[in-house]
């Protein structure tokens, strides 16, 4: 197809890894190994320390020892996780910038075929692979890909629309397997701080939606699950998922990126996902509120208040004022 034809060789482009870590000392050594054992190094590695009062520092350093292209910084204070990132990002010189979460890890090849993508198609804004998902227990409990793909390709922004956005779940997220471009990401303000754990997966849409965006279906990064983590206290509460939706559609349909997002796939994309969050909050864990060996209508009686509560989503409005930290 047109979208595969490779563009002129460009610069041999540069890989810049960040990771903002607080208090995640147990992980630090397999996410930090995941990048120093890649078949390809990174140009740079950068490792901000979000004030940890745990043993993190120690860690960080003992591999900043080893390997020179592995830099620490330290915030003097808490900061949180959006503005330890975009510290992050303003610090990366790379073409191309991989953010990393301290409690996940990167398969070896990650750099070596997505740098293979950069050369051949410099014009993507960025690129992304497969993503393994981990349960706390490190069980496999699922694998993200982008279901209508499976050959490397560069996918123009009305293909990625067409292809992707349109053809995945409105909450399908791969960024945690991908390397954005240095420039398109800085031209989108990087993470959109006001979606708190969304806000890079709606930069990783909107630089595809301008750029266009390769995919490589292999497995580029393991996401292990933590309840503890901050993506899965975000969307604890189904309200808050719902404000979410809230703020991003009128984000997209703002002067600065309703170009990108075309007023049907908002509409549709808003819809559906409020249907999603609904039913699963509804067909969630239930067996915290059933007695052993209820009977039909005991059942039935237990989940009729969960039943309400889904309904009653559907209609939550949204609150624009709530901003993620």
Known sequence: MQDNIPSASAKTP????????????????????????????????????????????????????????????????????????????????????????????????????????????????????????????????GHGTASAWNEPLYASPERYLREYMLYEKPSHSLVGASVFRRQPFLDVGWYQAELGSWGDTFSFHAVALQHGACYVPETFAMWHKQRSSYSQQSISNPRNTLDMIHRAARLMR?????????????????????????????????????????????????????????????WHSGDSSAVGS
């Open 14 to 141: 540069s890989i810049s890894v960040v990771l903002g870590n607080y208090n995640h000392a147990r992980f630090l050594p397999r996410a930090i190994e995941s990048i120093t054992n890649q078949t390809l190094a990174a140009d740079e590695f950068l490792i901000v320390d979000d004030a940890s009062t745990d043993n993190s520092v120690e860690i960080i350093e003992s591999y900043a020892a080893q390997f020179p292209y592995l830099t620490l910084y330290r915030n003097d204070s808490n900061l949180g996780v959006i503005k330890t990132y975009q510290r992050l990002f303003e610090l990366a010189q790379g073409t191309y910038i991989h953010p990393l979460a301290a409690d996940d890890e990167r398969g070896s090849t990650f750099h070596e075929r997505a740098m293979e993508m950069a050369r051949r198609f410099p014009e993507a804004g960025l690129i992304f692979g497969d993503m393994a998902i981990f349960n706390e227990a490190g069980e496999l409990e």
């Open 254 to 314: 703002s002067e600065r990126f309703r170009d990108r997002f075309p007023e049907s796939f908002v509409r549709e994309w808003s819809k559906q996902y409020r249907r999603q969050v609904a039913k699963e909050y509804w067909r969630g864990d239930h067996s915290g509120e059933l007695p052993h060996g209820a009977s039909f209508w005991k059942r039935v009686c237990y989940r009729l208040p969960r039943t309400v509560k889904a309904v009653s989503l559907l």
